[in-house]
Each structure stands twice: as structure tokens, then as C-alpha cells.
């Protein structure tokens, strides 16, 4: 019941706002979308706190997808007078929660409170259609994390193009048709590629004898058990993955993200970069890797972990170039989405478990980024770091809340940034340390970039637009509300990452178990008998000596 109600409670408010939005003043609008987004984010912690009670499944790679609790209904039958020994297809309402969906819905929750507490002033026409958009793309984003049904994972996953498209075309800057467009187009046809994957996937389990070739864990645990062939797998890994490499974005399928940030609201940057990305990944989790092990093995790891180092190394200099502290944090996310890669392709459970970890990390601290960039702008009316400085003089405490947010975005050791990427790269270090050593200098680049952000823009001699809001203030009580949630987690998640790691850990082992583990890489050992040391020699036969 509260899985159903985390899906379906902001499609109620937004069906609510739209039905009426003609006698509806903006200040209600306000009001309904913020409580019906805190109460699912309630039921999300409640439906956390009930999941936490359930059983751990124990890793098999018979089972390599094992959701704990699962909602299922008859949905639509394609054959129904199809014979019982060949039964045709038959789809599900099938919803259900892993640790890595139940992570992503809890994150997902929070974001679109502070979306909503963030847009409070900033949005100064057609609130009632904005809020109601951002209820939809909530609701979107929490279908395809919790669809355990192939159809309706697809279906969740074209909506959310729907009403981010509207947010970014409606709401955002000068050049947000053209951005919007782009976005939608970019998504769209990769995602007509996936289909047709998908479509050849189905196909294929039904020929074989799978009785619901829809259902991802029955397809995963079929694939295992009887594994197509070598050219098949590589063939429906390549159409599958081409509209998740676009969502995520990987390099060079990368082209319409700074732009799509730069023209969408704060709102819509913070929901697009902290969840909305992650669904490339996730799908990844979800269909490449548990479904095509010689194809990940084979190509998968050549081909995404070159892109990604790529990506990394790439997105690192862009940020580094922009004179935009808006596209700075966009082109962070390339290289941030590097790691996570990274990690999921290291096909082991450290890597695994790092790249899950670093989904999270970067929906928080990129998110808090990006909602710290909105508050700079909407008190100066620029985002250009030529037009910034000395900040921290007369705005100390959104000062702090930028850098502590930027530290967690380096990935200072304590804070959560560090965890995700620092098992991501030891995970690939296990399988291909070049990539791993390569991938590295992404943390000492993206240490440049935001430290030179914060020099710039924060510190130094005052500097401020002549078009700045008068009597500036700083962070305001709303504000710290949209923020404080994201913050604290940085630095629980940093400090204790235990509960969030003991969560995914089943299944991050389950698909790692469909894999061959390398040894660690061996390194020369040690010259034993420089001095004429007998071995096996203890400290003290040394002193006897």
C-alpha cells in the first residue's frame, strides 16, 4: 500500500492542481504540491522503515534480481486465446523494491521537497502548471524506479520526458525551446533504439519458453539459466544501452545536458541532475548488466570504461573553462557520472556497491549545488563568476553551505562524495587498474574547479552587478529548509555510510555473482634477503642478532 501511494499520491495532487487551475490562486498551488510532495516523502520513510524490516535475500546468481516485497496484478493480457503450453504475453502491474530502488525513491522524495521549497518565489507565472509538472516528473521517476515489469518500466521511463520538457520550455532561460527541444530529441530517439531492444528481448524469452518474458526478475534468472548467444547478447546490449548512454549522459552522448541545465529552473536542474540521470544507470543495474554478462565482459568494459575515463577527464576541463557557475555544475555531472560507470562496469561488488553509492552522492551534492547557484541568482540576476566576489562578506552563511557542499562534491575524505568514488575506482582497479588510474585524476580536477569557483565568486574583495537585488540578505529560513535535508546527509552518508552499503549489498553481490572475479592486480614483492635475513625471520630473532 505505500509503494501505491509513493506512485500515486503526486499524480493525485498534480491531477488536483490541473482539474482547478483556472480558480486556483498561485499561493494554494504553492501550498497543495508542497504537502503532497512531504507527505510522500513521509510515506517513503515509512515504506524505508518497513523495508528495512523484511528479510535479506542471500546472493545467488540464479537470482540476480531479488526484490524483497512485490506488489503484482494482472494488467493486460496480448494473447488471450493463446493454448496453455504456449501462453502468449501477458503483462503485470508489477512494482516491487531492491535496496537500489528503495535508495533512489527515498532520495527522489527529498529532492522534490526542496524543488518545490526552492521554487517558492522564483517562479512568477503559471505556478499551478509548474508545480503540477513537477508532481508528474516526481511520479514518473518513482514508477521506473520501483517497475519491476519490463513494459511499465519503459512506459515510466518516456513519461518523465513529458514534464521536464515543459519545465525547461515553459520556466527556463532565453534559449529553453531550443534546449527543450533538444533534450526531448536526444532522449526520444535513443530511447526508440532501447525499445526495439526491448521488443527483441521479449521476443526472444518468449521463444524460449519463458511464461512471463516481461517480468524483469523471471528474465534475469531465465538469462542465466539458459544465456542466448554471444551475438545476440552483444547485439540487444548495444540497442538496449543506447538510451541509457544518453541519459546518463556518457561522453560524447553528452551535448544536450549544459544546456538543458543552464535554461531550466533551479527546480528543474535539481530534480534533472539528482534523479533524473540516475535513471541511465539504473537501468544499466536493472537490464544490461544482470541480463548480458559476455557482453559487459567483452565489450561493456572496453567500451564504458574508456567513455567514461573519457567523460571524467572531459567534463573536468569544461567545468574548469566556464565562466558560468550553472554550467560549471552541469559539466561536473559528466564527470561525476564517470565514476558511477566506472564502478558499475568494474562488475564486482565494491565497484558495484561504489557506483550505487555515487548515484546517491552526486543526486545530494550536485543537487545542493545546484540549488545553491539558484539562491546566488536569484539575489544577483547572474550566474557569470566575472561578476562575483567577496560573497562570503556579505552572504557568510550561504559562503559555508557552498563550500561545505562543494568539499562533499570533491569527495573530502568524511564527507559523501569520497565513499562512492573511492570504492568505484577500487572496484575497477580489481578489473582494469589502468582505467581506475586514469579515472583518478578527476578528483584532482574537480578539486581545481571548485576551488577556483570558490576563490573567484566568495572570496577576495567585494564585487558585486550593478542589476543585484537591493538590501540582499542571506540564506533565508525556506531556503535552509530546501537545503539542510541534503547537507545533513552529505555528512551522515560520509561519516557512517554502513546502513545505505548494508542496503544495496544483496544486490550488488547477486549481479557481481554472474561474474568471473579477477585477482587483485600483483605488484613485485619485496627483495627478502637484502641484509642475509633467513626467512620466516620474526622482530625478534632480528635483535638477536
Known sequence: MLLLVCVGLPVITAALLMLFRGSMAADTARWIALVGA????????????????????????????????????????????????????????????????????????????????????????RQVEYYAALLALQAGVIGVFCSFDLVLFYVFFEITLIPLFFLIAIWGGPQRRYAAVKFFLYTLFASLITLLGLVALVVQASKSGLATPTSLPALASWFHI??????????????ISAGFLVKVPVFPFHTWLPLAHVEAPTAGSVLLAGVLLKLGT?????LCVP????????????MIGILSVIGIIYGSLCSLAQRDIKKLVAYSSV???????????????????????QMINHGLSTGALFLLVGMVYERYHTRQIDDLGGLAAKLPLLACCMVFISMASIGLPGLNGFTGEFLSLAGMFKRHPMYAVLGSTGVVLGAWYLLTMLQFVFFGPLKEPEHAEPNITDINLREMLALAP????CLWIGVYPKPVLDMIRPDVEAMAALYPQPAAPVFPAPVEHAMNVPEHTGPAALVSQ
Open 38 to 125: 512531504v507527505a510522500t516523502m513521509l510515506a517513503s520513510f515509512a515504506l524505508l522503515a518497513e523495508f528495512e524490516r523484511l528479510p535479506v535475500p542471500i546472493a545467488s546468481a540464479n537470482m540476480p534480481i531479488q526484490p524483497r516485497f512485490e506488489y503484482q496484478r494482472p494488467w493486460f493480457n496480448a494473447s488471450p486465446n493463446a493454448p496453455a503450453d504456449k501462453p502468449g504475453i501477458s503483462l503485470q502491474l508489477h512494482l516491487g523494491l531492491d535496496g537500489i530502488s528503495m535508495t533512489m525513491i527515498v532520495l527522489t522524495t527529498i529532492l522534490s521537497v526542496s524543488s518545490i521549497l526552492i521554487s517558492w518565489e522564483a517562479i512568477k507565472e
Open 486 to 489: 541534503l547537507a545533513v546527509l
Open 226 to 239: 539458459h544465456p542466448l548467444d554471444p551475438q545476440m547478447q552483444l547485439a540487444l546490449f548495444l540497442m
Open 282 to 286: 539504473y537501468g544499466f543495474l536493472r
Open 291 to 302: 541480463m548480458f554478462p559476455e557482453a559487459c565482459l567483452t565489450v561493456g568494459i572496453p
Open 335 to 357: 564527470a561525476h557520472l564517470g565514476f558511477c560507470m566506472l564502478g558499475i562496469f568494474a562488475l564486482n561488488a565494491e565497484g558495484l556497491a561504489g557506483g550505487v553509492l
